[in-house]
T-cell receptor
Framework: AQSVSQHNHHVILSEAASLELGCNYS??????LFWYVQYPGQHLQLLLK??????LVKGIKGFEAEFIKSKFSFNLRKPSVQWSDTAEYFC????????????FGSGTRLSIRP | DTGVSQDPRHKITKRGQNVTFRCDPI?????LYWYRQTLGQGPEFLTY????????KSRLLSDRFSAERPKGSFSTLEIQRTEQGDSAMYLC??????????????FGPGTRLTVL
């Protein structure tokens, strides 16, 4: 069965610090990978996605993620965070080309100190 | 607004009552999904429709839960005889069949259910 692990439950950073949020998935086949963000009081939004090709994926708001197949990882990074990045971040996986469900991790709450 | 919409946004009910939620997907999206999110957790898949056909149901979807998408457009999720454990955010998502964004699910704002 597919599963997603996010090891950081709550991360606190100061503005301008660099960010890396860990994500590992468990699935035997080819996958699509996602990072979603949920800002306070808002609905889930897609930050970035990986389907195939270049394993380094760039998303919105300066975020990027790297797919490392050998490590089953898809870590999210941002070189310099802003206070507005305060949100909950979810890593997610679905089977490649599947129309079916997305499996989400439990989320990482990111708090940025101004 | 052409995104996914859900109604109501909040619902408070007493244990044992029935509730029904509605989801309107992005126009012409043929795939529709329901998820449930509890505090401190990521969304968990409940069920999935392609057009009007319900193609997959999670084991989380007990007999008290039923979902429909009668005309392949909007969908309803009904919970009968609600229990306090049903308190959660219920999310709807839709996805197109082809073209750019065909592999992406777009989420609505959710319906927050509180069972007293």
């Amino acid at each position: 069965a597919q599963s997603v692990s996010q090891h950081n439950h709550h991360v606190i950073l100061s503005e301008a610090a660099s960010l890396e949020l860990g994500c590992n998935y468990s699935y035997g086949g080819t996958v699509n990978l996602f990072w979603y963000v949920q800002y306070p009081g808002q609905h889930l939004q897609l930050l970035l996605k990986y389907f195939s090709g270049d394993p380094l994926v760039k998303g919105i708001k300066g975020f990027e993620a790297e797919f490392i197949k050998s490590k089953f990882s898809f870590n999210l990074r941002k070189p310099s965070v802003q206070w507005s990045d305060t949100a909950e971040y979810f890593c997610a996986v679905t089977a490649y080309s599947s129309a079916s469900k997305i499996i989400f991790g439990s989320g990482t709450r990111l708090s940025i100190r101004p | 607004d052409t995104g996914v919409s859900q109604d109501p946004r909040h619902k408070i009910t007493k244990r044992g009552q029935n509730v029904t939620f509605r989801c309107d997907p992005i126009s012409e999206h043929n795939r529709l999904y329901w998820y449930r999110q509890t505090l401190g957790q990521g969304p968990e898949f409940l069920t999935y429709f392609q057009n009007e056909a319900q193609l997959e149901k999670s084991r989380l979807l007990s007999d008290r839960f039923s979902a429909e998408r009668p005309k392949g457009s909007f969908s309803t999720l009904e919970i009968q005889r609600t229990e306090q454990g049903d308190s959660a955010m219920y999310l709807c998502a839709s996805r197109g069949g082809r073209g750019q964004g065909a592999n992406e699910q777009f989420f609505g704002p959710g319906t927050r259910l509180t069972v007293l």
